[in-house]
């Protein structure tokens, strides 16, 4: 049965593309966008989140498209766009929702659909399937199935990919939950893990992205607790990570689109149960606020140093919401920048992998490149792609106004040792 099997996938962003790239070495696959411009450039070769190589795209025999017809002949249909939140910390479901739409308009009788989107328990059932049937006339369980097998790549991270990593999946009868572990099972070589129903997938999906969230909001408040004490954190947690069973996690920006968004989308459920959050909350509180601070200790350390706020220059090398990324996303960096720029901070913005056009579509800011920028009294190693490790403290030449400056090294990646005098450090 399997080797008759068409797949499309839904969503062609740093989940999609990855995925629907596996699936084609073993089967036929439509790889369908709603964005005309990203099919486009995926057909010239191009993958703008750098998730995938020109040389792997030329490899694939994807059909991509952004016509939902294509999706009709797919037995196995994946959809996988993005989740995101409102204004007021809410789930914002108009791309699962419409993707639902599309699929239901489009599905055959016999297809399985699964999700890999993140979604609040529940959603898959109570949002998703009624959404199918109303737009396939068919009825769930019978005429078409439904699965749910959440994403565990990171962006970046090229060792723990979609193949290699265990993959959960789950549906609502052993039937079609066998039928996803030998369907995913045929390219996943991590492994298949089979959750005993949709719900508990959706939730552990969750739960695996606040269990980061908790732990760095953690070494987030010891760094906040530092700065009063005025000593080290880093020093801190070198001494604390002498003992053998000490977990280390390092305080952080924690930015990005699953992290946060898990533990809103978590609590949103448990709240309408009566359940109010007393850790997860608190913790992406602490979290939410890491920008700021970062930017009222500078701003302390310029006023040290006898330097007017209003005539400050700050130079921020890093904006993507994690290293060697392009995504711009829930950057926690803005945060820095805005708190900056409100005490009349002049900041110039340097990222080797962020396009400027996103730049400016999401923040309505300028990205410089690095030749560009201008002298400063201070610079942020927001985000240490690796650009910016390999050149470590030599990038720092000519980047100050006159002889000393202030180099803050949010991820600590800079060696101590090595430092020049002129420099003055300081560490999240």
């Not at 399985?112 to 396939?136: A, D, F, Q």
């Not at 004490?229 to 000490?246: C, H, N, P, Y």
């Not at 992406?284 to 930017?295: E, L, S, V, Y």
């Not at 290293?323 to 005490?343: A, F, M, T, Y």
Request: aromatic share 8%; hydrophobic share 40%; net charge negative.
């Amino acid at each position: 049965m399997l080797h008759n099997l068409k797949i499309a996938v839904v969503g062609l962003g740093y989940v999609g593309l990855p995925v629907a790239v596996a699936f084609n070495q073993k089967y036929p696959v439509t790889g369908y966008d709603i964005s005309t411009a990203r099919i486009q450039a995926l057909l010239l070769g191009v993958d703008k989140t750098h998730e995938v190589s020109r040389e792997e795209l030329a490899k694939t025999t994807i059909a991509f498209t952004s016509d939902p017809a294509d999706l009709q002949d797919a037995g196995f249909i994946i959809i996988a766009v993005p989740s995101a939140l409102d204004e007021n910390h809410l789930p914002e479901l108009s791309a699962l929702k419409a993707a639902s739409k599309c699929v239901g308009q489009q599905i055959k009788k016999g297809a399985v659909v699964v999700y890999e989107t993140i979604v609040g328990p529940g959603m898959t059932e109570e949002i998703c399937i009624p959404l199918l049937e109303k737009y396939s006339g068919y009825e769930n369980g019978k005429e078409f199935f439904v699965g749910y097998s959440p994403a565990r790549t990171v962006p970046g991270d090229k060792k723990n990919n979609f193949k290699t990593m265990k993959k959960v999946v789950a549906s609502q009868s052993e039937e079609v939950t066998e039928f996803l572990a030998q369907v995913y099972g045929s390219v996943v070589n991590g492994g298949i893990y089979k959750a005993p129903s949709i719900q508990v997938a959706e939730t552990a999906k969750l739960i695996e992205n606040i269990q980061r969230d908790v732990n760095v909001a953690l070494m987030n408040e010891l760094a906040l607790i530092c700065e009063r004490l005025e000593i080290d954190t880093q020093e801190v947690l070198a001494t604390a990570g002498s003992k053998r069973d000490f977990v280390k996690t390092m305080p952080n920006l924690v930015g990005g689109q699953e992290i946060g968004l898990a533990s809103f989308y978590l609590t949103d459920k448990v709240k309408m149960l009566g359940h109010s959050s007393d850790v997860i909350l608190p913790g992406r509180k602490i979290n939410d606020r890491m920008g700021q601070f970062i930017a009222q200790a500078l701003m302390k350390k310029m006023k040290q140093e006898n330097i007017l706020l209003s005539e400050g220059k700050v130079i921020i090398l890093g904006l993507s919401f994690k290293e060697d990324v392009p995504d711009l996303r829930n950057s926690k960096v803005v945060d820095i920048v805005k708190e900056l720029k409100l005490h009349g901070i002049n900041v110039q913005l340097a990222d080797p992998y962020a396009s400027a056009e996103d730049a400016q579509s999401h923040y309505e800011a300028d990205l410089l490149s690095y030749h560009e920028l201008k002298p400063a009294h201070a610079v942020v190693l927001a985000v240490p792609h690796k650009t910016y490790k390999d050149n470590s403290w030599k990038q720092f030449d000519g980047l100050f106004i006159g002889e000393r400056g202030i180099v803050f090294d949010i991820k600590g990646v800079l060696e101590e040792a090595k430092k020049p005098e002129k420099i003055q450090l300081w560490r999240l």
